[in-house]
């Protein structure tokens, strides 16, 4: 069954991409976030998925759920940075600084739907303009436009983002994508490919050191997550894949890539210590990026030239056992 049917959450249209493995739930007028990623085989939810009593939570803090798309990700000293010359402030909304962006509840508009022989597709937009307070904390206008690609056991995410604004800017995006561990963390494993680990002060903001990994080289091959407390900032080194994998102990689990140009940074985050979540966070650029003496090779913050498309891709494949 590839299709797409609809659906509501609190009175809020829903879209639903089916195949014969997965049910993607999607939910375009809060935030274009995928709130329930089903397992059709497993009978199993994979994500976080927000119940219809979390309606106030979720308005306050959509990225608690499910696959929130960060723009830009991570905290901002202050809230404040500069680039070229001009001075940006962003809301304080974590003590005294900013943390995961402008992109929260804004309503994206569906632009199309396909179905074919082989999987469906949703494809979303939403243009900053549209949001006063956005463009009040960053008054260049962006046109963000998603694809959602459901094939068999994969989805992939596609997001364009074109500048429509005047002058050069500094852009970032991160997913803050919530694993189910069921409750039995010691269960499950992830392996993620890095290089070493960003040194965080005691309020969670970068040095700009790179420190090497210590334990954590186990992520290298496969780290238990029994036991773990996890809110970490992870390198990939220049030969290694943009990809985690998080395994349960028969053999079931997901393939968790992205394009590895542009993302260069993951954290891992257990909420305390590991129990029923992971979220595995691919990032473009590092959290206070802008403020970091280093260039942009270390940051990882691209820079958007007036009329400039940034294609970026992701891709969420299950795995199943004896495959």
Same mark, same amino acid.
């Not at 549209?130 to 956005?134: C, K, L, M, P, V």
């Not at 009040?136 to 008054?139: A, D, E, G, V």
């Not at 680990?197 to 903001?205: A, D, I, S």
């Not at 992701?314 to 495959?323: K, N």
């Given at each position: 069954?590839?299709?797409?049917t609809?659906?509501?959450?609190?009175?809020?249209?829903?879209?639903i991409l &089916?195949?014969?493995?997965?049910?993607v739930?999607?939910? #375009?007028?809060?935030g274009?976030?995928?709130?329930?990623?089903?397992?059709?085989?497993? +009978?199993?939810?994979?994500?976080r998925?927000? %119940?219809?009593?979390?309606?106030?939570f979720y308005?306050?803090? *959509?990225?608690h759920?499910g696959?929130?798309?960060?723009?830009?990700?991570?905290?901002?000293?202050?809230?404040?940075f500069?680039?070229?010359?001009i001075?940006?402030?962003? %809301?304080?909304?974590s003590?005294?600084?900013?943390? &995961?962006?402008?992109?929260?509840?804004?309503?994206?508009c569906?632009?199309?739907?396909?179905?074919d022989?082989?999987?469906?597709?949703?494809?979303?937009?939403?243009?900053?303009t549209?949001?006063? +307070?956005?463009i009040?904390?960053?008054?260049e206008p962006?046109?963000l436009?998603?694809?959602?690609?459901?094939?068999?056991p994969?989805l992939?995410?596609?997001l364009?983002?074109? &500048?429509?604004?005047?002058?050069?800017? #500094?852009f970032?995006?991160?997913?803050?994508t919530?694993f189910m561990?069921d409750g039995a *963390?010691?269960?499950?494993?992830?392996?993620? #490919?890095?290089q070493?680990?960003?040194?965080?002060?005691?309020?969670?903001?970068?040095?700009g050191?790179?420190?090497?990994?210590g334990?954590? %080289?186990a992520?290298?091959?496969?780290?238990?997550?029994?036991g773990?407390?996890? %809110?970490?900032a992870?390198?990939?080194?220049?030969?290694?894949?943009?990809?985690?994998?998080?395994?349960?102990d028969?053999?079931?689990?997901?393939?968790y890539?992205?394009?590895?140009?542009?993302?260069?940074?993951?954290?891992?985050?257990t909420?305390? +210590?590991?129990?029923?979540?992971?979220c595995?966070?691919p990032?473009?650029?590092?959290?206070d990026a #802008?403020?970091?003496?280093?260039?942009?090779?270390f940051?990882?913050i691209?820079?958007?030239e007036?009329?400039?498309?940034?294609?970026?891709g992701?891709?969420?494949?299950?795995?199943?056992?004896?495959?």
């Open positions: 069954m590839k299709q797409v609809k659906g509501q959450w609190n009175g809020y249209d829903t879209y &089916h195949s014969r493995e997965l049910e739930t999607l939910l #375009p007028r809060l274009n976030n995928v709130i329930s990623l089903w397992d059709r085989k497993e +009978e199993r939810q994979i994500l998925q927000p %119940d219809e009593s979390d309606l106030a308005i306050q803090k *959509p990225y759920f696959i929130p798309l960060l723009v830009p990700p991570g905290r901002i000293r202050n809230g404040q500069a680039f070229d010359g001075s940006y402030q962003f %809301d304080r909304n003590g005294d600084h900013h943390i &995961h962006g402008l992109h929260r509840t804004q309503a994206w569906v632009s199309d739907i396909e179905e022989e082989e999987g469906c597709t949703v494809t979303t937009e939403f243009t900053t549209d949001d006063a +307070e956005w009040r904390q960053f008054p962006l046109k436009e998603m694809t959602f690609r459901l094939q068999g994969e992939v995410q596609t364009k983002v074109t &500048h429509l604004g005047r002058r050069r800017i #500094p970032g995006i991160g997913y803050h919530w561990l *963390p010691e269960r499950w494993s992830v392996t993620l #490919p890095v070493g680990v960003y040194e965080l002060n005691n309020e969670l903001l970068p040095s050191q790179l420190l090497p990994l334990e954590l %080289d992520l290298n091959s496969h780290m238990n997550l029994q773990t407390n996890l %809110d970490t992870l390198r990939i080194g220049d030969q290694q894949p943009a990809e985690a994998f998080l395994m349960r028969d053999g079931y689990g997901l393939r890539s992205v394009d590895k140009d542009v993302f260069r940074h993951w954290v891992l985050y909420k305390g +210590e590991a129990d029923q979540f992971l595995i966070e990032l473009t650029w590092l959290p #802008p403020n970091l003496q280093q260039d942009a090779s940051t990882g691209v820079t958007l007036p009329g400039q498309t940034l294609v970026l992701s891709s969420l494949q299950m795995i199943y056992p004896g495959q």
